[in-house]
Structure formats: structure tokens, C-alpha cells
């Protein structure tokens, strides 16, 4: 049998090799803008700008194209790049002044316990969390890629204060926006 078949499956009773999803650091270039959900594409956002200091727009939109593993820049791509630049902004990831873009804060060190409270609560919404899992998320959120000690401890920290003020709700390591 020819390696095409087995990859197209004509083989009789053989299985199909399993897809493996691609490397984060190596994306393939034959996937879908639509196989990717908006926190990979903000996490995409945050790594271009860590590497940039700054970017307009349209170069905005190329560099992270590229980053997620695209040759070209078509009008879906863009599109979807453009909303989740807009997005980034809106979490806090990006600074936008005037058309250029530049990364908010490079570390979770410099966003303040307000700003991770607020990212927590945007996350979380009415339904009960399992504390890691809610940190982990509201890092994708910011567009980190991992959760280290660094970032779990100041979501930790953001956690306690929003149960302090009423915020969050907590029964064990469940945790929930308060009603």
C-alpha cells in the first residue's frame, strides 16, 4: 500500500493514523483560522508583542498570522486576527494609542490586583469553578501560555481579595462569582 492511501484511509480494514494537533511553538500551516479558539489567538497576540514593542495595525495582523503558522494573510484570517486584536485590547493584553499597538504589561507582576479580579470575574461567570481551573483560565485569558508559580500565586492573592469584598463566593476549592 502507498503512504497516500493509508493517509486517505483506502486501505480496507486499516485505521486512519490519528491526527496530532500540532506543536504550539511549530502550528501547521494547513490549518483552519476557525480551528482555533480566541484565547490561542490572544496568547499568539501576546507572544508577537513580547518579541515587538510596537506594531500597527496591519503589521499587527501579518506578525501574528505568522506566529500561528499562516503563509498568508487572507481576509478571514485578518478578520479574525483584527477581533481578537480588539478582544486583547479589551483584556487588558494590548495597549492601543492612536493605531499602534504595544503589549500592556509584560509580566503578571505588573497588572494590579484589581485588573486580575476583574479578569477572574469576566471568566468565571454564575457557575462554580474549581479554583485552578479558574486561574488557569483567567491566564489564557490575559494570553499566557503556561501558569507558573508567579501567576498562580498573584491569582491566588486576586481570588482571596475578591472573597474578602464580597466578589467570590467559595465553598472548599469551589469558587463562583457572588450573586
Do not use: C
Not at 482555533?36 to 495595525?57: C, G, K, P, T
Not at 469576566?122 to 483567567?138: F, H, L, N, Q, T
Request: hydrophobic content about 40%; proline content about 2%.
Amino acid at each position: 500500500m502507498t503512504a497516500s492511501r493509508a493517509r486517505t484511509g483506502e486501505a480496507g480494514s486499516r485505521k486512519k493514523p490519528a491526527k496530532r494537533k500540532p506543536a504550539a511553538a511549530e502550528p501547521s500551516a494547513a490549518q483552519s483560522i476557525d480551528d482555533l479558539d480566541r484565547d490561542e489567538i490572544v496568547a499568539a497576540i501576546r507572544e508577537v508583542f513580547s518579541q515587538n514593542v510596537e506594531l500597527d495595525r496591519d503589521s499587527a495582523i501579518r506578525e501574528v498570522a505568522h506566529a500561528l503558522g499562516f503563509d498568508r494573510t487572507g481576509s478571514r484570517i485578518a478578520d479574525t486576527i483584527d477581533s481578537a486584536l480588539i478582544a486583547a485590547a479589551k483584556r487588558g493584553v494590548i495597549f492601543n494609542d492612536r493605531g499602534v499597538l504595544s503589549l500592556w504589561s509584560r509580566t503578571i507582576g505588573h497588572y494590579s490586583r484589581d485588573e486580575l479580579i476583574i479578569t477572574l470575574l469576566s471568566v468565571m461567570g454564575p457557575v462554580w469553578w474549581d479554583r485552578e481551573a479558574a486561574i488557569v483560565a483567567a491566564a489564557r485569558h490575559l494570553g499566557f501560555k503556561r501558569t507558573g508559580s508567579l501567576i498562580r500565586d498573584a491569582f491566588k492573592s486576586a481570588i482571596n481579595g475578591a472573597i474578602r469584598r464580597g466578589l467570590i463566593e467559595y465553598s472548599g476549592s469551589m469558587i463562583r462569582k457572588s450573586k
